[in-house]
């Protein structure tokens, strides 16, 4: 009887070890995808759109969460501060600088297209979403690491500018 309990103990601490080390990969890819979205955001610039006093960063209340569990609301990106925000409506889209889409489910793709172009957000979706054809920035994770894609022509509609260091290093430009 003493084995079997060593046994169940010694079961029940690798699968504790087990979700210790899947959580610890979560927090590492949540805390890469963050550093991603920052150079992303440095490394952009939309020049049509007045200054600000902060960086918005926003994300619809589905991936949120992606963003919140980062160092990257502490961070300041040219001197502004980073600010997140849940965005609720579409409306609240114009106030930010720079718009995460993975999980969420875009319903009217036309109207969110047009105020994303007309107030020159930054748009990054991950690849696995609908809306990454209408991305200015689409990202995918493989093998634990981040690879992006530029798309050039809906940036340049939207009045987005890309460092030639971004360029460099995307993984795929689309025209």
């Known amino acids: 009887m003493s084995s079997v309990r060593r046994t169940c103990v010694l079961l029940f601490l690798l699968s504790m070890g087990a979700i210790h080390m ?3 990969q979560t927090e590492d890819l949540r805390a890469t ?5 920052f150079n992303l955001a440095l490394l952009s610039q939309s020049p ?3 200054q ?3 960086y918005v960063i926003c994300a619809f209340e589905e991936d949120i969460a992606h963003l919140k ?5 502490s961070q300041k990106l040219q001197n502004l501060q980073i600010f997140l925000v849940t965005v609720k409506s579409l409306a609240d889209v114009k106030r930010c600088n720079l718009l995460f889409i993975q999980d969420y489910v875009v319903q009217k793709t036309l109207e969110l297209q047009q105020i994303i172009q007309k107030d020159s957000v930054l748009t990054v979706v ?3 979403n609908q809306f990454s054809e209408y ?8 093998d634990k690491h981040f690879q992006f894609a530029l798309h050039l022509t809906s940036a340049k509609v939207a009045g987005l500018v890309f460092d030639t260091r971004l360029i460099k ?3 795929n430009i689309i025209n």
């Open 169 to 171: 290093l995307a993984t």
């Open 22 to 24: 899947a959580q610890a």
């Open 126 to 128: 991950h690849r696995s």
């Open 135 to 142: 991305s200015h920035v689409e990202i995918s994770e493989q």
């Open 33 to 37: 995808k963050s550093e991603l979205i």
């Open 69 to 73: 569990a980062t160092t990257l609301e």
């Open 52 to 54: 600000q006093d902060t």
């Open 48 to 50: 049509n759109r007045p």
